[in-house]
């Protein structure tokens, strides 16, 4: 087997130092990730590459180590939970707890109580789902590191601006949740009992007009928080656009797990995984309560309208809202019974389908060509990885 004792030609150029410095030291501090890290006897993901050479973290003379095709899945799937951590950061600020577990922003009163509209819990909901994120950003890479692997830093990326509402921070940031195209293909996709896009099925978006233009799912300014209708808009769109990014991870873990060799590896990935299938299961069931609406953005003037699920012409076992476990569906054959199953599953390309969907999603709009560079490389490592290699 292929071990992996030296850092990837992918390895972040890990200079967080001289770039966006500001933006993640920030951050750095908003989790004490430096902290945190300091007791792995990591410091932030600046791992020396004399550290990374290191005999020791060799696998076959310390019994520890893993393959470059473990390391390159792990890898993919820090940066991916480092965008998530990204994102959710930015919701937690303006509609969630801002507290010592989850720091950062002081609250936007009006966006919060339009996300309560779903579930009165929501704020709770965005900040465990945040504190999740960066707590598999954390231990993925620091397991990468305890293995002698190089682990992901995307600091050099902070670039994208904040919202500039009342209560977020004033930080570079990963992703823009200002210019959301969600696919909400996932709403039918898990009611339907016959399709399954593993076997070649589409299914329809449960929000049509979510796909067409580009949509806010914070407020961009408070302006965005005068009209309240409007602002119910950017909320639902916020709680559609929260089951859209975990539904991508429920898939995305059990498709890597098929690639992975080392059966502790695979604990991770499967344990990890896990919890991505329970935020999807919670955020399906709060999106189904968005209030119908339909309204006119002020500043792009991109129309969108919330359907009503439960009601003719849609309603029924592909929209009715409270179907929200997954329905038995054709898994594997058609010639095999119904199952009730996580889809799609399939393991060929998935990393790089979980790149596209983000970028599709808008969730990247902004980003510097250097940025989808690096990512489509720890996308294709992920996906050359090999069960053993
Ligand atoms: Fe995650
Ligand atoms: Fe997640």
Not at 271 to 292: L, M, V, Y
Not at 314 to 342: H, K, V, W, Y
């Amino acid at each position: 087997m292929a071990r992996e004792t030296l850092p990837a030609t992918i390895s972040s150029p890990t200079d967080a130092a001289s770039t966006g410095k500001d933006a993640s030291s920030q951050l750095n501090r908003s989790f004490d990730r430096r902290s945190l890290l300091k007791g792995l006897g990591i410091v932030g993901a600046a791992v020396s590459v004399g550290s990374l050479l290191a005999p020791e973290a060799d696998a076959d003379s310390s019994g520890g180590g893993i393959t470059h095709g473990d390391a390159a899945i792990l890898r993919f799937l820090a940066a991916a939970e480092i965008l998530e951590t990204d994102l959710w950061q930015q919701y937690n600020e303006l509609g969630g707890i801002q507290d010592s577990e989850v720091p950062g922003g002081s609250g936007s009163p009006a966006y919060t109580a339009a996300i309560s509209q779903l579930d009165g819990d929501m704020a709770q909901y965005i900040h465990d789902n945040t504190e999740d994120e960066l707590t598999h950003e954390l231990f993925i890479n620091a397991y990468l590191v305890s293995k002698g692997a190089s682990p992901v830093n995307l600091d050099q990326f902070r670039t994208l601006p904040s919202s500039n509402a009342s209560g977020a921070q004033q930080i570079g940031r990963l992703t823009n949740l200002m210019q959301l195209s969600p696919d909400t293909t996932w709403w039918t996709r898990y009611r339907s009992r016959s399709g399954n896009p593993d076997l070649g099925d589409n299914f329809p978006p449960a929000i049509p007009s979510l796909a067409v233009g580009q949509h806010p799912a914070i407020p961009r300014t408070d302006d965005d928080l005068a009209d309240p209708n409007f602002l119910q808009a950017i909320a639902n769109t916020a709680g559609f656009h929260f089951a859209t990014i975990e539904q991508g991870g429920t898939s995305l873990y059990p498709k890597v797990a098929q690639r992975v060799s080392s059966v502790e590896v695979l604990r991770i990935v499967l344990s990890i995984g896990g919890t991505e299938i329970s935020h999807f299961q919670t955020w399906s069931d709060k999106a189904g309560n968005a209030p119908p609406l339909t309204a006119v953005d002020p500043v792009t003037g991109v129309s969108v309208t919330f359907p009503d699920l439960n009601s003719s012409p849609l309603g029924g076992e592909d929209f009715q809202t409270n179907l929200i476990m997954p329905e038995p569906t054709a898994f594997l054959s058609r010639n095999l019974p119904a199952c009730s199953i996580i889809r799609p599953t399939a393991t060929q390309g998935a990393a790089m389908g979980a790149l596209a969907g983000l970028t599709a999603d808008g969730l990247f709009i902004g980003q510097a060509p250097a940025f989808f560079h690096f990512m489509r490389e720890l996308a294709t490592a992920a996906d050359n990885a090999r069960r053993g290699g």
